[in-house]
């Protein structure tokens, strides 16, 4: 009996020590910390005080959340090809989400191929609505080309002939902002649209649309720029027409000859977008789609009228200096 009762106890530390086991392990595994996520953010070119912005944006958003980030992007901003590449370089890597910026709809349409899996997408700087894509961030287009035909307005004292001219004939972006700028002029019967004029993304062909364009309409008051480059070279060859003081000019963005050209009064404003909240929001709403929570559809981050006369309060210098601590 006494064997028996010492099997018997023995059976039951065991048991015992089983169940400690089972319980400390349940407990370890529990407290462990989940894996960092990984997101990987595509955007359409590595250079640039926009991109840079954005991913500026990612980073913060990437330590604050601490997941791991990759970051892809081309050497130019239209080179969908290489951006495709890029799209299934960042799938051969591995991430739980993917935010890309595609410079057209097959490098959308490329980052969807590469995610069958069921990874979220969010899309950046883009328009459109498609079921496989979580959410889209960016700047509501069409708002921003009314922003800028109503600060011309403004400028101009409601009334005369004003052009626009632009660098991206067809794509979505261009498009929407100039049926902004149509309706506004649309409710404004003193002002005429005389010429709506693109280029190659290209400086001297720019000059050139620009001599063209002030032959053909001597009396032009204005000239809205769709885009950063175009504002850029418009500026520069209003410039050198000294035409400064008759033509008003409304830029997109901000690059820093832009906001030189604004200083000098060359440029009399420029509406501004918000690329470090589109990098930030990306990437948390990435973050989250991984974990199954729901996403925004789509998200505003929203643009600001910037003139020489607002430039340099605080709040904007933040927004037009995001590097400046």
């Known amino acids: 009996m006494g064997a028996i009762k010492r099997y018997g106890v023995y059976v039951l530390l065991l048991a015992a020590a089983i ?9 370890t595994v529990d407290s462990a910390p989940d894996k960092k996520k990984t997101v990987a953010l595509i955007v ?7 991109w840079r912005t954005v991913k500026l944006g990612a980073e913060m958003a990437a330590k604050e959340y601490d997941l791991n980030l990759n970051f892809y992007a081309p050497d130019y901003e239209e080179d969908s090809q290489s951006q495709m590449e890029l799209v299934n370089q960042a799938a051969r890597d591995g991430y739980d989400a993917l935010v890309v910026a595609p410079s057209d709809d097959s490098v959308l ?28 961030i960016g700047t509501d287009n069409y708002d921003m080309g009314k922003k800028a035909c109503e600060k011309m307005i403004q400028l101009i004292g409601k009334s005369g002939r004003i052009a626009l001219v632009g660098t991206g004939r067809g794509k979505e972006g261009a498009t929407r902002r100039e049926q902004g700028v149509r309706d506004v002029i649309a409710q404004n019967r003193q002002v005429e649209l005389v010429a709506s004029r693109y280029a190659q ?8 649309l620009i001599r063209e364009l002030i032959q053909s309409e001597p009396d032009i008051r ?15 060859e209003i410039e050198k027409l000294g035409l400064q003081e ?6 997109i963005d901000s690059p820093l000859e832009v906001l030189e050209y604004l200083q000098e009064g060359v440029i009399s404003a420029t509406v501004i977008q918000k690329p470090f909240s589109m990098g930030y929001l990306g990437v948390k709403y990435a973050l989250d ?10 998200v505003d981050t929203g ?18 200096f995001p590097f400046v601590k």
Do not use: C
């Not at 769709?226 to 520069?236: K, N």
């Not at 789609?289 to 789509?298: F, H, I, K, L, M």
């Open 109 to 136: 349409q490329e980052a969807i191929s590469q995610t069958k899996g069921g990874v979220p997408i969010i899309a950046l700087d883009a328009e459109g609505e498609r079921a496989e894509v979580a959410g889209y």
């Open 222 to 236: 204005g000239i809205i720029a769709l885009d950063a480059g175009t504002s850029i070279s418009v500026a520069e």
């Open 289 to 298: 789609a991984s974990r199954g929570a729901g996403v925004p559809s789509r």
């Open 44 to 50: 359409r070119m590595k250079h640039g005080d926009y």
């Open 246 to 251: 008759k033509v008003k000019i409304v830029a």
């Open 19 to 27: 169940a400690a086991s089972v319980s400390w392990y349940s407990r």
């Open 303 to 320: 643009t600001k009228v910037i003139d020489r006369e607002n430039m340099f309060w605080s709040e904007n210098q933040k927004l037009l």
């Open 201 to 208: 993304p290209d400086k001297k062909l720019v000059g050139e």
